[in-house]
């Protein structure tokens, strides 16, 4: 996906014309799926959808408004009062800011996946609430746990997306929506009243957290971690997405420590301190070679049975 896009226009898209997206060479094609992946949250993800002819759509809340997003090879379109807002920021979303070239594989394992994924950029939304709710969801529980509960309340409590969308793509709930849902709803999503009351401290002072998409990597975390229930690793999967960080790597994780430590050490029983000490030699770049060691697929047989799910709506 190299070169300019030409937005088709719409009645409903906000502007028209060309997009400068990044450029780039015959050999590193932008790939979508990569790029854009680290967006969705499961499979069945309201906001996000990928069509059979290779469209990603992501309805998405931004400060003009509801606004969705269709892109695809050779050209991208946006509708609704957030339209013109998505369009602006497109180019970052697909990795124009980011810095691939900074980055020097020092390890085989890495060096090799490097040259698998010509085509990873560095997404950053602009946009800090909408990845740091479902990263909030996603605490102490199962993947999958966190994926159905994000299905629910943006279902119940956000909008269909505008525009000629797909069936089934909602809009996010605004900041004041997601301070409003009684504590049975959360209870209904599966959601704990920790995880609920961390969620709506964050959306009241929503203005002030999105202030932190423009802010480097260390001051943007240290803003989210302000809010009671906030903590590193919450803030770096948060800034990874809204920021394009490519240094905030994940901490406290349960399980990225031990795929770290066995595919550059060989060891499974690696905590935070060894793995940043691993990926010491990336400096400025760790979270892109945590993503590269992730996607590589090598990672430590398991041992122990998965976490058991909790569904606390049978209480």
Do not use: C
Not at 42 to 60: E, I, K, L, M, Y
Not at 126 to 148: C, H
Not at 153 to 177: I, N, Q, S, W
Not at 272 to 282: I, R, S
């Amino acid at each position: 996906m190299a070169g300019r896009f030409a937005p088709k226009p719409t009645r409903t898209t906000t502007r028209g014309g060309h997009i400068p997206l990044p450029v780039t060479d015959d050999a590193a094609p932008l790939d979508l799926g990569l790029t854009l992946g680290p967006l969705r949250r499961g499979p069945a993800d309201p906001t996000f959808r990928v069509t059979p002819d290779g469209s990603v759509w992501r309805a998405s809340r931004t400060p003009d408004g509801p606004g969705t997003l269709r892109v695809t090879v050779g050209e991208a379109e946006a509708w609704g009062p957030g339209a013109g807002w998505l369009l602006d920021r497109l180019p970052a979303l697909l990795g124009a800011e980011d810095d691939p070239a900074a980055f020097v594989p020092r390890h085989k394992l890495i060096l090799a996946t490097h040259r698998r994924r010509p085509g990873l950029r560095l997404t950053r939304t602009g946009l800090v609430l909408e990845s740091l709710i479902p990263s909030v969801l996603e605490q102490k529980v199962t993947t999958n746990e966190a994926y159905g509960s994000w299905r629910a309340l943006v279902r119940k409590y956000g909008e269909p997306a505008p525009g000629p969308a797909p069936d089934g793509l909602y809009v996010m709930p605004d900041a004041r929506a997601w301070t409003q849902i009684p504590s049975w709803e959360w209870h209904r999503a599966n959601v704990d009243g920790k995880r609920a009351a961390t969620i709506v401290r964050a959306a009241r002072v929503a203005a002030r957290l999105e202030e932190a998409a423009h802010m480097d990597g260390p001051a943007a975390r240290k803003r989210l971690e302000l809010v009671p229930g906030i903590g590193p690793w919450t803030s770096a999967e948060t800034i990874q997405r809204s920021n394009g960080a490519p240094d905030e790597v994940t901490t406290g994780d349960l399980h990225l420590p031990g795929i770290v430590g066995w595919a550059l050490a060989g060891d499974r029983t690696t905590d935070d301190e060894a793995m940043l000490e691993l990926l010491a030699p990336y400096a400025g770049q760790r979270h892109r070679a945590a993503r590269l060691i992730l996607l590589s697929g090598r990672v430590p047989p398991r041992r122990a049975p998965r976490m058991t799910p909790n569904d606390i709506t049978r209480l």
